[in-house]
């Protein structure tokens, strides 16, 4: 282990997880390194897992750069976790949220590191961190994430860090990391290029803070999405559709770079673009899944930008067969990056959405079931939609057998405004939407995307056309939909 401690003086550091985690205290205020669930720490959490059998008062509060799936079901089933900030990754840390358990924080992405700046979450304890090694200067190399690592490094009173050997070492120099000054100090981000480096492939550590130097030898716990069912297929095909006439059209012939989220649906985009036309492909996103370093042995990828990697099996076995290629084409960047406005606006990039509903008028709810249950929370979605140069917003149609319409006449929770929304895409259709007014919007949306709801959505534009104005809505019925599912089970009449 020390041959990953280079820098000696650290080296005296080095402990077990088990004292390590005996650092972390009831009512202590615990930032946990990983992104997207990337990266994130593994020994010390066991530990602390384990240690609630013996000490079942111990709870604490958590922060982290964004969701971390199998970390976040682990301190929610022990009941460790007593206040969660920003996203949640884990069905039972959603379930404690819901159910009043965990109190719940939910932020944007790129508005996280200004806040950490600024102590709006106040004091951090101890951060804990995964990382591939320390260099001879003191600098921490990370693993499979960057996200918000430099900024927690910095909130952070105590530093503890698990040098993890199951992470490939191929992703040592894959990383850059660029530091924004705080207001009014800041200068413009010198990023003009998806694939480019501007900054450092390692952080900057202040080893006065480092308290304990774990062993860890845990892969992230990464499942590939599943297979497309017919809906995910015809949203996708849709999409190919409509950029192949964008691209001839408005864009003159050139893609921009593309950021996609996770789960079946990006999997099933990122998969068509193999057999697609399209070449000379950037994506520039949060995190990337399985099917975008796949991608990468099509010869069709030309840069890769984002926080994470998820590091599913086949991802694993490809840092082993193809390791160049992917270092030459993937770049890891921290999240005031990756989400920063002003470099989703200077690259153009065309932004990939989904949610769980969205209206007539195309605003989005990507978080909240019935607008009060969370999902997930909103991560760095509105952010990117807000400053794209072309945003797309893609959902099926209906859920639940036919029972719930995802297109509705007012969202219950909203988290993507409408008027950063150019096109909706369903299974049914494509709404182009820029330039219309709202009305012409409803019935865009309505006759080109809803389903099976479409002549019940028409009934309701029509009357709520009749009562005037620029913005048609009935009051009374607005969110009489989501009322009638719940007491009926199905929203339809």
């Known amino acids: 282990m020390k041959e990953r401690i280079l820098y000696r003086p650290l080296q005296k550091k080095l402990t077990t997880a088990a004292e390590a ?51 976040d079901g ?83 009173g105590e530093i503890i860090i698990e040098i993890n050997t199951a992470q490939p070492e191929a992703l040592r120099g894959m990383h850059d990391i660029y530091r924004v000054a705080p207001p009014p100090h800041r200068r413009p981000i010198p990023l003009e290029r998806v694939g480019q480096r501007i900054g450092w492939d390692t952080i900057e550590l202040d080893t006065s803070k480092v308290s304990a130097i774990v062993e860890s030898a845990a892969p992230d716990i990464a499942v590939a999405a599943g297979k497309n069912d017919a809906t995910v297929q015809k949203i996708t095909d849709n999409l190919f559709n409509f950029l192949e006439l964008e691209v001839r059209g408005r864009l003159g012939g050139w893609l921009p770079p593309i950021q996609t989220g996770f789960g079946n649906l990006a999997s099933s985009i990122v998969n068509n673009f193999r057999e697609s036309s399209f070449r000379d492909l950037q994506f520039f996103c949060g995190g990337i899944n399985e099917s975008c370093v796949e991608l990468l042995s099509s010869g069709k990828v030309r840069a890769v930008s984002c926080g994470s990697i998820e590091m599913t099996p086949r991802v694993m076995e490809l840092f082993k067969t193809e390791p160049e290629l992917i270092r030459n084409t993937i770049v890891l960047r921290n999240g005031e990056i990756t989400n920063c406005a002003e470099i989703i606006s200077r690259l153009g990039i065309i932004a990939l959405s989904s949610g769980i509903e969205v209206d007539i008028f195309g605003n989005v709810n990507s978080s909240h079931i019935s607008g009060t249950k969370v999902v997930n ?10 400053n794209a140069g072309l945003s797309i917003v893609m959902i099926a149609s209906e859920a639940k057998g036919g029972d719930i319409s995802a297109i509705v006449p007012m969202v219950s929770h909203q988290d993507i405004l409408c008027h950063d929304v150019d096109v909706l895409i369903t299974e049914n259709g494509v709404a182009d939407l820029r330039g219309k007014t709202d009305a012409e919007r409803a019935a865009l949306v309505i006759s080109r995307c809803a389903g099976s709801y479409r002549a019940q959505l028409q009934d309701y534009l029509d009357r709520a056309k009749a009562h005037g104005g620029h913005h048609p809505m009935l009051l009374q019925e607005a969110l009489s939909w989501h009322q009638r599912l719940r007491e009926t089970g199905s929203m339809k009449l």
Do not use: W
């Not at 079942?56 to 922060?63: A, D, G, H, Q, T």
């Not at 804990?128 to 320390?134: D, M, R, T, Y």
């Not at 929370?377 to 807000?386: K, P, R, S, T, Y």
């Open 74 to 156: 682990l301190l929610a089933e022990h009941e460790l976790c007593e206040r969660r900030i920003s996203l949640l990754g884990h069905r039972s840390m959603s379930a404690a949220v819901n159910a009043g358990k965990i109190a719940y924080v939910e932020e944007q992405m790129n508005r996280m590191p200004q806040l950490l700046r600024s102590g709006a979450y106040g004091k951090i304890d101890i951060l804990v961190v995964e990382a591939l090694g320390i260099t001879e200067e003191g600098r921490l190399i990370p693993t499979s994430s960057v996200g918000l690592l430099p900024n927690l490094m910095d909130a952070a």
């Open 21 to 71: 985690a005996l650092r972390i205290r009831s009512g202590m205020t615990v930032a946990f390194g990983g992104y997207t669930s990337s990266g994130y720490p593994k020994a010390v959490a066991d530990e602390l897992a384990r240690r609630k059998a013996s000490e079942p008062e111990l709870c604490f509060r958590v922060i982290s750069g964004s969701s971390n799936g199998p970390l």
């Open 377 to 386: 929370g909103l991560g760095g979605g509105a952010n990117f939609a807000e």
